[in-house]
């Protein structure tokens, strides 16, 4: 039985969340981003034969520190058996989703849409990656809780402010600016980028602290 992996890339963009799909050759029909594994062929290399395609015009150096770096995870969404969505289509699909970070999106090639075009009455999105597409987005809130998601999404560099929008953007809440200062004073992940008596207004998130959001997650 053939296994394929479909890998979901997500992006924050200027009007929020983006999602990358390509047009099928000789059709307008839309998927994501997918490749088939066979038996010399494992899940990393399936990954990383599809990253290398997305982000050929990112230059070599930079595309290989990110891959080899924290900030390059991607998370499981679920596995599928196609013969019992789609009858005599003999195939387990692996889906993955994955943060492409702010600095390479605009890179990426493909197109980028926004869930609600996706999900619409004249998507072109097929029938089964619309089943992914939203166990996707059923799981972003916890990622965006108890794992390291939100800081793979956004810059390298950021401020609070830009931190607390993107979160109440992928966790579908409004985020108190007070309250939300003051739990990452507690949570202490996050390094400026400033020192001295200079007023900090960037910051980097604290890679070696990221089991700080397993145990007590970035919101309440």
């Known amino acids: 039985m053939k296994t394929e992996l479909v890998l979901i890339p997500i992006a924050a963009m200027k ?51 990110w891959l080899h770096s924290s900030r390059c995870k991607d998370r499981i969404v679920d596995v599928y058996d196609r013969d019992l969505l789609f009858e005599q289509v003999h195939s387990m699909v692996i889906v993955r989703a994955i943060a492409l970070p702010q600095e390479f999106s605009l890179h990426a090639k493909g197109i980028w849409l926004n869930a609600e075009t996706l999900f619409s009455q004249n998507s072109r999105l097929s029938p089964d990656n619309r089943l992914f597409l939203q166990e996707c987005l059923n799981q ?53 980028r400033v020192a001295g008596q200079q007023r900090i207004h960037k910051w980097e998130f604290s890679w070696e602290k990221s089991n700080v959001l397993l145990t007590e997650g970035l919101l309440p």
Do not use: A, C, M, Y
Not at 16 to 36: A, C, I, R, W, Y
Not at 147 to 153: H, N, Q, R
Not at 155 to 180: A, K, T
């Open 15 to 65: 009007d929020g969340l983006q999602l990358l799909v390509n047009q099928e050759p000789g059709s307008d029909k839309l998927t994501f981003p997918n490749v088939s594994l066979k038996q010399e062929f494992f899940l990393r290399g399936g990954l990383d034969q599809i990253l290398h395609q997305l982000l050929v015009t990112v230059p070599q150096p930079e595309l290989d520190n």
């Open 140 to 192: 972003i809130p916890r990622w965006v809780k108890n794992t390291t998601f939100i800081f793979e999404l956004i810059s390298q560099v950021f401020s609070i402010q830009d931190l607390r929008l993107l979160i109440g953007i992928l966790s579908h809440q409004e985020i108190d600016p007070g309250n939300f200062h003051r739990r990452l004073k507690r949570l202490q992940i996050l390094n400026p």
